[in-house]
């Protein structure tokens, strides 16, 4: 299995990778702390591992220790010191992208019985609690779970719950086990690990994306009512620039006729490779020859820059969503008349 690069590995087969090149020993110490199914899996892989280009098999030696000091320093220091010192040793933008994955892992790992539940299940449990309390829970759950949740929940606490989702930062260990108490009855207690990221904005952002149409209008009106910056700050973070992907060509071609290609060389800049192509295959050539022309003069972009420029073609992409202009493919109960 040749490749390119590390994107064309999925996660078992980077893991498979990572084992082989650690040897036996270290490999079969590993073994002893993973759960049979795990063992499998991983196992199952590592049979089905075919030539990898050495330089590939370095990345992902590279990218797991990467991922090994992010998690180190997170647990040690917090998230302020973890950010800064994988900046540092890393970059602004792989810094931020493994410490992204390191707390996204260990929110996971706390309350991982909510994520396998039923969200009815879920919803029959919570939907007494104090607003707050199922913030919290919600923020630990998946995001498709929590927007079934929040959809079916009395209209008098919704907002609140958004709201506190959207305001959530972190949460102590204490308070996790008190929220544990509320429902260790019903489900296995679970292990909390200490001052995990929980809620905020890119999360509600995310529930919000997996909502249906009704129940978002309703919350975006309610809450543009009581918290008018609140309200703009996740409709900002729920189409980010990654998702133009979701968008059909006719939808792409209709926000390109509007986006400036100066700004559009600067958004491309940071942008994946896969979004990147998708983007140019719906460029007029003449465009296309233009943006690339512009990009090649473009030098040490700051980070900053290709976020505005992002944010302001997804401005952009809402505003003709709004105006029915195009669709935006979403989570909850959108129907398509062909």
């Known amino acids: ?11 078992r087969q980077k893991a498979a990778q990572i084992i082989i090149a650690l040897g036996e020993d270290t490999a079969s110490a590993i073994y002893r702390h993973l759960q049979e199914d795990e ?3 991983l196992t199952y892989e590592i049979t089905r591992q075919e030539s990898i280009a050495p ?12 991922l090994c000091v992010a998690q180190k320093v997170y647990l040690e220091g917090g998230v302020t010191y973890a950010k800064n010192v994988l900046e540092k040793a890393f970059g602004v933008q792989q810094g931020s992208a493994l410490l992204e994955r390191v707390t996204k892992s260990l929110r996971t790992k706390a309350f991982e019985f909510i994520r396998k539940a039923d969200y009815k299940n879920l919803m029959n449990m919570i939907v007494n609690e104090h607003p707050q309390t199922i913030a919290l829970i919600l923020s630990y759950a998946r995001a498709d779970q929590a927007s079934s949740i929040i959809a079916e929940l009395p209209k008098d606490i919704r907002i609140e719950v ?5 305001k959530m930062d972190r949460t102590s260990p204490e308070i996790i086990r008190q929220v544990e108490v509320i429902l260790e009855r019903k489900f296995e207690s679970v292990v909390s690990v200490d001052l995990l990221e929980v809620g905020g904005i890119n999360y509600i952002a995310e529930i919000m994306n997996n909502i249906d149409r009704g129940t978002e209008k309703y919350i975006f009106d309610e809450l543009s009512r009581k918290d008018p910056k609140l309200s703009e700050e996740i409709r900002k973070r729920m189409f980010v620039f990654e998702d133009i992907s979701m968008l059909d060509s006719l939808g792409i071609q209709r926000f390109l006729r509007e986006v400036d290609t100066k700004e559009m060389a600067v958004a491309l800049k940071g942008a994946n490779k896969d979004v990147a192509a998708i983007i140019f295959a719906n460029m007029s050539a003449r465009m296309g020859e233009t943006v690339k022309s512009e990009m090649e003069y473009l030098h040490n972009v700051r980070v900053r820059d290709v976020e505005e420029a992002q944010q302001k073609i997804v401005a952009i992409i809402r505003r003709l969503e709004e105006e029915g202009e195009i669709v935006i493919m979403k989570g909850g109960k959108d129907d398509v008349i062909a």
């Open 1 to 11: 299995m040749a490749a390119s690069g590390t994107a064309s590995l999925t996660p």
């Open 39 to 41: 063992i499998e899996k």
């Open 55 to 66: 330089e590939v098999s370095d990345q992902v030696m590279e990218e797991f220790f990467g």
């Open 162 to 166: 958004v709201e506190r989702i959207a």
